[in-house]
């Protein structure tokens, strides 16, 4: 039996729904695209997922061409999704329409971009809850440090690991999960 399962069962009340409600799928997770429209990340089961907060004006900004490379040449087995944020010096200070713009005139960028959110502190949006908490994950606790941190999640919806702003989008820690 899951242990976060067998956790629940010894809980009452209130204690056992926000549990159970902490360790949904990240398929349940709701978020935006950046031009508004609901994501349905269970749209993307049988495929590998890469979470990116990112940024348009970070030292890591130039990575946007490598994930979109990662995206193309993985495209059958990866979706890429970036998550703009603008809690690292400020440095995704645009609304969306300056966003989309920046992304595709400067990087050809045609992967998923999400609606800017944040992704620690009081107002974490639930995704990066899920894939920042291990109680939730069910795998890890990390925290994000800066722009450009990427989470991987498998194609059957699990936590599989994540990597610091310095490690490129084709460094050898990344690929070995998608060859």
Same mark, same amino acid.
Do not use: M
């Given at each position: 039996m899951n242990p976060l399962k067998a956790f629940v069962g010894t809980l009452t009340g209130t204690e056992s729904d /926000? @549990?159970?409600?902490? *360790?949904?799928?990240?398929?349940?997770?709701?978020?935006?695209?950046?031009?508004?429209? %609901?994501?349905? !990340?269970?749209?993307?089961?049988?495929?590998? !997922?890469?979470? /990116?907060? @990112?940024?348009?004006?970070?030292?890591?900004? %130039?990575?946007?061409?490598?994930?979109?490379e990662l995206s193309d040449y993985y495209k059958n087995e990866l979706v890429v999704i970036g998550v703009p944020c603008n809690q690292f010096g400020n440095q995704e200070p645009g609304n969306s329409d300056q966003i989309q713009e920046f992304c595709q005139v400067n990087y050809g960028v045609s992967f998923l971009i999400t609606e800017k959110i944040d992704v620690k502190g009081?107002?974490?949006? %639930?995704l990066y809850a899920w894939l920042t908490k291990k109680y939730i994950n069910g795998r890890q606790n990390s925290s994000v440090k800066w722009n450009f941190q990427k989470? !991987? @999640?498998?194609?059957?919806?699990?936590? !599989?690991?994540?990597?610091?702003?310095? *490690?490129?989008?084709?460094?050898?820690?990344?690929?070995?999960?998608?060859?």
């Open positions: /926000v @549990v159970e409600n902490a *360790t949904r799928s990240i398929y349940d997770i709701e978020i935006n695209s950046l031009t508004g429209n %609901p994501i349905n !990340l269970s749209e993307f089961k049988g495929k590998k !997922l890469l979470f /990116v907060n @990112v940024a348009s004006k970070c030292g890591f900004t %130039p990575q946007y061409k490598e994930l979109q009081a107002n974490q949006h %639930p989470y !991987l @999640v498998d194609e059957n919806g699990e936590f !599989l690991d994540y990597f610091y702003s310095i *490690t490129k989008p084709f460094n050898r820690r990344i690929t070995k999960y998608l060859n």
